[in-house]
């Protein structure tokens, strides 16, 4: 199967990763200000939002940005703006 040694080294490195944080220093607090059903809901939107604009944030704006592709160029630009926006209203508007 084409990849294969790709996603079994991606695999690899999600299990080894946290493993070589502890030999070398502590592992972060997680913290969830807004709850597991919070978290299970940014989740869901993160799938849909990565299927929706045909890719994720980071493959658009490395990958695509450096490839010059126009599509990529504007989901970059809509997905900065998104985020953009979200803070504004949620620090400035609703005062979170």
């Given at each position: ?31 969830f ?31 695509g940005?450096?490839?010059?592709s126009?599509r ?25």
């Amino acid at each position: 199967a084409e990849g294969r040694g790709e996603k079994l080294l991606f695999l690899l490195g999600l299990l080894l990763a946290p493993l070589l944080w502890v030999l070398f220093g502590r592992l972060p607090v997680l913290e969830f200000q807004s709850g597991w059903f919070g978290l299970l809901i940014a989740g869901l939107l993160v799938g849909v939002g990565t299927r929706y604009g045909s890719g994720c944030t980071s493959g658009h704006g490395v990958c695509g940005i450096s490839r010059l592709s126009a599509r990529s160029i504007v989901a970059t630009l809509a997905f900065m703006a998104a985020g953009f926006g979200t803070v504004y209203v949620l620090r400035h508007l609703l005062g979170g």
